[in-house]
């Protein structure tokens, strides 16, 4: 019988078979490559169905667009250009019309982070989140995506999931530290379980973090009508001018700079140095009986230097955290005797 198995202890017959083998394995390899390409392809037309319904664009601009010899990346350069004047919709428009056109992975992930910003200066949430997320799924280490779903999540008040995406972050090499402390301490505030002491002893723990949660802890404060004298750290005025300039009783006179701000406003008597031009200003106006003088404030970001009527701690615009500075000018006191009613 063993003469019928004598060619398994062929070698040459070793080499047919291992030959045979690899064969098999690349057409078995090409041909799940091809169903994993139309099947990605079915997909990517069913979640860009999901976006198609804007109308910022004409039928005709839409079809010339899709019909011009024009790639994803061409298509994206003018998407931003809309995306920088405000127009979001087109933007969107635009982006959706490029991932029709996408060639590869890298392309597709571009053409999606670009929308997924898009979708998130223009509010709408969960359009961004959908996006990004698709975005991640392509390139896991896709850091603006991730960033993104971070501040999603913290707009949403999702704070566990924030803090989950700032750990893929972290592994990517990126400092998170002063995020993590801020979407903690917003947890913190929004537990309505703590008493607001209980609050400011466990945002407190995390100040070294992020410097603007002793600011927080002294809004906390402001808004539960708790005198800030009772606060153990301040801080430092120039990150809370605004909120010590409102206050019509002294607090934190051991500061030398609190205390030239309440000398400045004629509210204590005591001798001290006076730094700042608005500073002096008002106390010579104050000196000189005219008390129709006062402060207001703007709030400018470090960062790309816009500016806001309101105090943020991450950046409207550019989305920086702790990039506020706060810049008093001399204004006048308005007289609401002589206010219309």
């Not at 606060?231 to 607090?251: P, R, S």
């Amino acid at each position: 019988m063993d003469i019928f198995f004598i060619e398994h202890r062929d070698p040459i017959f070793g080499l047919v078979v291992l030959f045979a083998i690899i064969l098999m394995v690349a057409i078995l390899n090409y041909a799940w490559g091809v169903f994993r390409g139309k099947d990605e392809k079915r997909r990517l037309e069913k979640f860009i169905q999901k976006f198609e319904a804007s109308n910022a664009l004409s039928k005709e601009h839409k079809d010339m667009l899709s019909k011009l010899d024009v790639d994803a990346q061409s298509l994206c350069m003018l998407g931003s250009t809309f995306a920088k004047n405000g127009d979001f919709e087109k933007a969107i428009a635009v982006y959706v019309i490029a991932l029709e056109k996408v060639q590869n992975k890298h392309e597709k992930e571009l053409v999606l982070t670009e929308l997924g910003q898009a979708y998130f200066k223009a509010g709408f949430l969960q359009n961004s989140m959908e996006v990004f997320l698709k975005s991640v799924e392509l390139s896991p280490r896709n850091a603006i995506a991730l960033r993104h779903l971070t501040m999603i999540d913290e707009k949403l008040k999702r704070y566990d999931d924030a803090l989950d995406t700032l750990v893929a972050l972290s592994e990517l090499g990126i400092d998170v530290s002063a995020n993590e402390a801020y979407i903690k301490a917003l947890k913190i505030l929004d537990d309505k379980a703590l008493s607001p002491q209980e609050k400011v002893e466990q945002i407190l723990e995390m100040k070294d973090e992020f410097k603007l949660l002793k600011r927080m802890c002294m809004q906390l404060y402001i808004r539960q009508d708790i005198n800030l004298n009772n606060l153990n750290e301040f801080a430092n005025l120039e990150d809370v001018i605004d909120l010590v300039y409102a206050q019509e009783n002294a607090i934190n006179l051991k500061d030398e700079n609190y205390k030239a701000l309440f000398k400045a406003k004629g509210v204590i008597n005591e001798r001290c140095d006076i730094n700042g031009f608005e500073l002096n200003v008002l106390k010579s106006l104050n000196d000189a009986g005219f008390n129709g003088a006062g402060l207001s404030f703007n709030y400018v970001c470090k960062h790309c230097k816009n500016s806001f009527p309101m105090h943020f701690y991450r950046c409207p615009m550019c989305h920086e955290l702790g990039s506020v500075k706060i810049l008093p000018h001399i204004t006048e006191v308005a007289n609401e005797n002589s206010m219309p009613f």
